[in-house]
């Protein structure tokens, strides 16, 4: 046995050396993205000497960052899946859930593998054209991540200690290949039936069952070709590919790493200081202030899990210390996380933009005012909560101390406005902003807070591409996906059927909402937007709804699915950040749903709190 496991320690080492190679690369792309695209906008609106090639270079990395990076998320268990199911089986059976959540993408990769260097190959014929060089530099990063992110698969496999579960998973997988070659004949003729056998029945069991939710869409979507067209896998490469490379996305991994900035400079607490001096001596105060940080620190990071981990630390020892019960600041937080779903520069309106064409810049302008109706609805539920809170032990601060924490405070609150005011004056793209909000608060870190940890950049460059990595493998599996219930005729039978809903726009909008609550529970955000968004956005469109105003109820409604248990993945985000058992929070968490569902019945019926501000 002493064997056995120098063997697997041994397999371990090569595999930890093998993700190093690979962090680092990774790491170093983040970091020329950044350099690339602030460059970038100083040549073109300082300088007024555009550099021609940047967008290029920046797309053909982007593409390989993406890959690298979510290389690193397998190998670290990151990529998003729901897990909800598998902490309900008996413990005997997760084991097999486990294996089966390597095995299944496994499946996923060595099926792609070779159409992926047929595609990597065929674009050696097309010619960049700003840096005149074939297209296989980037097409390449495709077939290099998908064997990279297989031989992780494989070593995960070899070193489990739990052999005859895996020879189940083995076995069962096979046999469920099997079973598709001999049904094939059959299942060519029943037409979209097969849609629902593989984009609910393969998809919902894929996703119960813990399989990452990137490998789940992507298994079903070459099963269905596979087994019931003739069309050639290269083809899922290639909308893969499309689905990451637009160059709009690749302001997700740099608000991911600003979100990170944000907190190590200290920026974070500073915000959350001045709102705490202004409100913590009134009853439910720091409630108001968890409400108004993650509003302020939502607007700067972009990613949900950044800002959750940037507030926490900061107010809930306070709020417990004054007699908060833990569940019901894990509730408010995570009701927080969906009042701010639509806060720019959130990464569900760049992913809207990206896939429906709506202008971004107009998405950005229009998500300021819904968050403030939430906020509100959950602030008047915390008033009605906290109405006998007991303050006799606390100090109301004075002038001088309020002025003293916006004094701190002034250098990190002014950041959303430079982010907000770069891309409305036209100095940056939506895409490029977040390098100026990078090279703010470095500056900011340095200078004034004095607070700038030189040892962590490099992790939190490695944690950005695995994070990315994780949510544009999803993009580029769920596009394919789309592309081809598209070719099903799937999406013009939805259209059809949604619009001939009795009671015309209101119907339609009451049905999506429904929808979208029950997709962000599932899928999360950004895959059910890349999936659903390309079909509904113009049915709302046609009827007269404006499609800023539908992207505003579509991204409140997924916000509540995502943070409402027992399925929302953002609610155990949540109770993981707070450090808190999810079951404590599963109570105070109604009455917040019901203000935000109530909140988001205002903004549906009450078009201006969406588009009032569009010029």
């Known amino acids: 046995m002493g064997a056995v496991t120098g063997w697997r320690r041994a397999i371990l080492r090569f595999e930890a050396g093998l993700i190093r190679l690979v962090e680092i690369p990774a790491a170093l792309l983040v970091l020329a993205e950044i350099i690339i695209l602030f460059v970038g906008v100083v040549a073109r609106y300082f300088l007024h000497l555009p550099i021609v090639w940047s967008d290029e270079l920046a797309s053909v990395m982007f593409i390989w960052l993406a890959m690298l990076g979510s290389v690193i998320a397998l190998s670290r268990g990151d990529h998003m899946r729901m897990t909800a199911f598998v902490g309900m089986v008996p413990a005997s059976w997760r084991p097999v859930l486990e294996l089966l959540a390597v095995a299944a993408p496994l499946v996923f990769l060595c099926a792609v593998l070779h159409p992926a260097i047929e595609y990597a190959e065929d674009e050696m ?3 960049l054209p700003a840096m005149d060089v074939p297209n296989t530099w980037k097409a390449a990063a495709l077939p290099v991540g998908m064997a990279l992110m297989a031989v992780v698969c494989v070593l995960k496999l070899v070193r489990t ?3 005859p579960q895996l020879a189940a998973v083995i076995l069962g997988l096979v046999a469920l290949i099997a079973l598709g070659v001999i049904a094939s004949p059959m299942l060519k003729t029943i037409g979209n039936y097969n849609l629902v056998i593989f984009f609910v029945g393969l998809v919902a069991a894929a996703v119960f069952a813990g399989v990452p ?3 789940s869409f992507g298994l079903s979507t070459v099963a269905y070709l596979t087994f019931t067209t003739n069309a050639p896998l290269v083809v899922v490469v290639g909308r893969m590919d499309e689905g990451m490379s637009h160059l709009i996305l690749l302001s997700v991994p740099l608000f991911v790493f600003l979100g990170m900035l944000i907190e190590m400079t200290g920026m974070a607490r500073a915000m959350v200081g001045f709102l705490a001096s202004l409100l913590g001596h009134v009853r439910g105060g720091l409630s108001y202030v968890l409400i108004g940080a993650m509003y302020l620190v939502s607007g700067i990071s972009g990613s949900k899990a950044a800002d959750m981990a940037a507030v926490t630390p900061v107010l809930f020892p306070e709020m417990i210390k004054r007699g908060a019960k833990p569940g019901d600041l894990v509730a408010l937080l995570a009701a927080t996380g969906a009042q701010t779903e639509t806060i720019p520069p959130s990464l569900v309106l760049i992913t809207i933009g990206s896939v429906t064409g709506v202008s971004i810049a107009a998405l950005f302008t229009g998500g300021m005012m819904p968050g ?6 959950l602030c008047l539920l915390v008033r009605w909560r906290y109405r006998n809170e007991d303050l006799s032990g606390v100090k109301k601060a004075t002038m001088k101390e309020i002025l003293g924490a916006l004094l701190i405070a002034a250098p990190a609150v002014a950041l959303p406005f430079v982010i907000r005011g770069a891309v409305m004056e036209g100095v940056a793209t939506a895409t490029e902003v977040s390098t100026i909000g990078i090279i703010y608060s470095i500056v900011v870190g340095l200078v004034i807070y004095r607070q700038f ?8 460059l490695t944690d950005t591409a695995a994070l990315s990595g994780a949510i544009l493998l999803i993009i580029g599996a769920a596009t394919g996906m789309a592309w081809a219930l598209t070719q099903s005729g799937f999406s013009q039978e939805l259209a059809r059927i949604m619009a001939g809903l009795p009671g015309g726009a209101a119907t339609f909008m009451v ?4 929808a979208f609550i029950i997709l962000g529970s599932v899928l999360e955000g950004i895959p059910a937007i890349v999936l659903f968004g ?39 985000c949540a109770t993981a950040i707070g450090g808190v058992n999810p079951d404590e929070g599963m109570k105070p968490i109604v009455g917040y749903m019901i203000a935000l569902l109530i909140g988001l019945a205002l903004v549906a019926a009450i078009p201006w709190i969406s588009i009032g501000f569009l010029s």
């Open 161 to 163: 200690v739990h052999v």
């Open 213 to 215: 939710i990137a490998f």
């Open 534 to 572: 390309p079909l509904l956005f113009p049915i709302a469109r046609s009827m007269g709804i404006h499609e800023v105003h539908y992207a505003m109820v579509v991204i409140l409604a997924m916000g509540v699915g995502l943070f409402a248990p027992p399925f929302g993945v953002g609610y155990y």
């Open 125 to 127: 014929f097309v010619t």
């Open 372 to 377: 403030i109706v939430l906020g509100i609805a």
């Open 453 to 460: 940890n030189w040892a962590r950049i490099m992790p939190m």
């Open 511 to 514: 049905v999506s909402i429904v």
